[in-house]
């Protein structure tokens, strides 16, 4: 059964720094997504992908965030000059259509310190 | 500001009983409804996804949609030990919110 696929599964960074997570979404699968989702908090909707631009972002996906599909099977979130507050799990997530279902990857626990 | 509400338990109920999930939206303009299990340290996994009034059953699970009263529920028939989790409620309107789960004891 195809999966969404996350890289890595764990990231440690300083504060300051740059990260970049890595998401392969399902093949047939047009819309991609990241959430993100703080210890013991509700999961949070970042932006939504879709035909090589940016089709929605919340309030949180701020300047300091950025995504890409730099080829024709990975989609990438970078968050520049991370903060202790971004310490979170990342969740991909893709769909064959807009409104319809979507299926997470198994995620990437950030640690910013 | 585009709130979902769920209760946040614990509900637990014995093996073999009905669990009955509840979740309110505030966006009218909401789409799509879903239920997704989460599992302490995982991601969320699909269990039901609901478009339009009424109810829909698949093996154990029937979501029920009331887009007159902005309320998404999910009953668990027969429940298993094994269906002990979070169960989140996702509303979508180009932007998926979620609540912030009910948690799920099934008892042996």
């Known amino acids: 059964e195809p999966e969404v696929t996350q890289t890595p599964s764990h990231q440690v960074t300083q504060m300051g720094q740059e990260v970049i997570l890595r998401c392969v979404p399902i093949s047939n699968h047009l819309y991609f997504y990241w959430y993100r989702q703080i210890l013991g908090q509700k999961v949070e909707f970042l932006v939504s992908f879709y035909n090589n631009e940016i089709s929605e972002k919340s309030e949180i996906f701020d300047d300091q965030f950025s995504v890409e599909r730099p080829d024709g099977s990975n989609f990438t979130l970078k968050i520049r000059s991370t903060k202790l507050e971004d310490s979170a799990m990342y969740f991909c997530?893709?769909?064959?259509?807009?409104?319809?279902?979507?299926?997470f990857g198994p995620g990437t626990r950030l640690l910013v310190l | 500001q585009k709130e979902v509400e769920q209760n946040s338990g614990p509900l637990s109920v014995p093996e073999g009983a009905i669990a009955s999930l509840n979740c309110t939206y505030s966006d009218r303009g909401s789409q799509s409804f879903f239920w997704y299990r989460q599992y302490s340290g995982k991601s969320p996994e699909l269990i039901m996804s609901i478009y339009s009034n009424g109810d829909k059953e698949d093996g154990r699970f029937t979501a029920q949609l009331n887009k007159a009263s902005q309320y998404v529920s999910l009953l668990i028939r027969d429940s298993q030990p094994s269906d002990s989790a979070t169960y989140l409620c996702a509303v979508d309107n180009n932007d998926m919110r979620f609540g912030a789960g009910t948690r799920l004891t099934v008892k042996p």
């Open positions: 997530a893709s769909s064959e259509a807009g409104l319809s279902a979507q299926y």
